[in-house]
């Protein structure tokens, strides 16, 4: 019995490690398609900025700098690095439309979600939710999401 679970465990064990070279959709680490190497490339990039500016801050913080060179390299090099993540987050590509991940029907969505919509006499009615909640206690504004008050701690109602 013991020798039938040492030989089964092996051979599940031999299976989980055969299973990704023998699988048909392998793709060698060397065959990436091209938008996988250029994520790679900007992930690179980008690393090597935020190095750039760790050395840059260590420079100038034992005085090695003038503020002056200090103050434009850093914000050169935040802006470079800000075009590299926004490169990033639309997958490697060149467009300067955004991250491409909020759509318009996602916006949509999003506002109706926010609305309360009342059809009357054959008019639509938007009336909006407020975006602040003010507390019956203090009469602080809080955030529409919050459940107590920031203020004084009593607990929010929403109406």
């Known amino acids: 019995m013991l020798s039938f679970i040492i030989i089964s465990t092996g051979l599940i064990a031999l299976a989980f490690v055969l299973k990704p070279l023998l699988a048909k959709d392998y793709i060698a680490f060397d065959q990436r398609d091209e938008k996988t190497a250029k994520l790679d490339a900007l992930i690179s990039k ?13 420079e100038f913080g034992i005085g090695k700098m003038a503020e002056e060179d200090y103050r434009s390299l850093r914000k050169q090099s935040m802006a470079e690095v800000a075009d590299v993540i926004r ?4 997958g490697g590509g060149e467009s300067p439309a955004g991250n491409g991940k909020i759509t318009d029907d996602y916006l949509e969505k999003l506002i ?12 639509i009615v938007i009336e909006s939710q407020p975006a602040i909640l003010s507390c019956s206690q203090c009469g602080r504004e809080n955030n529409i999401e919050a459940k107590f008050c920031s203020e004084c701690g009593t607990k929010l109602v929403k109406d």
């Open 87 to 90: 490169q990033i987050d639309i």
């Open 46 to 58: 980008k690393n090597k900025i935020y190095m750039d500016i760790k050395d840059l801050d260590f």
């Open 112 to 123: 109706a979600a926010k609305r309360k919509i009342k059809v009357a006499q054959g008019e």
